[in-house]
């Protein structure tokens, strides 16, 4: 029992990361296992979201300041430690822009596909999708009046 008790401090600190773990697996649930492509939609956003905020946990640092030097230059020496890498933060932002945009574009195909198939299911949009070859071919074989 007490061989456990040092992974408790571990786990405590660490909380967020395993947050994150949980909202990738369920984002991934959503994307791979539901049928109803607005569900699908949800599952990506919440997927795009777990990875953005784990990135942007990864570029935090304690009691570290932004590197911006003052402008009369810095005397002695810099310790790169004391700064926070702002390249993390600022390809999150990039990220965010490229997540809404994915977000307005599988929107509109979804919108796109209710109007022509009436349905947001995919094994019912695949069923309507197998009958309409065959239709198709009945109405070149029937002859013109």
């Known amino acids: 029992m007490t061989d456990f008790i ?13 947050v994150y773990i949980l909202l990738m697996l369920l984002g991934m649930y959503g994307v791979f296992y539901k049928k109803n492509y607005m569900k699908k939609i949800i599952g990506l956003n919440i997927l795009q979201t ?27 020496v810099v310790n790169p430690g004391d700064y926070i890498n702002p390249l993390p933060h600022v390809l999150m932002l990039t990220a965010i822009v490229v997540a809404v945009a994915t977000l ?22 695949l069923l309507q999708l197998a009958r309409k ?5 009945k109405k070149k074989e029937m002859p013109m009046n």
């Open 6 to 18: 040092p992974i408790i401090p571990f786990i405590i600190q660490r909380m967020n990361y395993f």
């Open 50 to 76: 777990a990875i953005i905020l784990f990135f942007i946990s990864i570029g935090v640092k304690q009691d570290a300041t932004l590197p911006i030097l003052p402008h009369g230059g810095v005397r002695g």
């Open 104 to 125: 307005g574009v599988a929107l509109a195909m979804v919108i796109k596909i209710y109007k022509d198939f009436s349905s947001m299911e995919e094994e019912e949009i």
């Open 133 to 137: 070859p065959a239709l198709d071919n």
